[in-house]
């Protein structure tokens, strides 16, 4: 059974992290109750999510009430 497609990364300041000790709790449970069954986690972004730097140039700048966007042009 697939159990779903990413693991959460905290994206600003004061977001929690994902608890893996109560995520581990869980599927410890299902394995338990189903232990015919697989169990599959796909951790997405969790794995990734701050090992690199993005470098762009910004070209415009725009608001939409008090949301600020920044864009880029590709090449």
Same mark, same amino acid.
């Given at each position: 059974? @697939? +159990? &779903? &497609?990413? +693991?959460? $990364?905290?994206?600003?300041?004061? @977001?929690?992290? *994902? @608890? +893996? $000790?109560a995520? /581990?709790? $869980?599927?410890? &449970? ?16 969790? +794995? *990734?999510?701050? =090992?690199? $730097?993005? *470098? =762009? /140039?910004?070209? /415009?700048?725009?608001?939409? &009430?008090? *949301? /600020? ?7």
């Amino acid at each position: 059974m @697939d +159990l &779903g &497609g990413g +693991l959460g $990364v905290p994206e600003k300041p004061g @977001d929690p992290p *994902v @608890d +893996l $000790v109560a995520l /581990q709790k $869980v599927i410890a &449970g299902l394995k338990a109750r189903y232990p015919s069954t697989e169990f599959w986690l796909e951790p997405g972004r969790y +794995l *990734v999510a701050r =090992a690199g $730097v993005l *470098v =762009a /140039q910004v070209t /415009q700048l725009k608001a939409k &009430g008090a *949301v /600020q966007y920044v864009g880029s042009r590709r090449e």
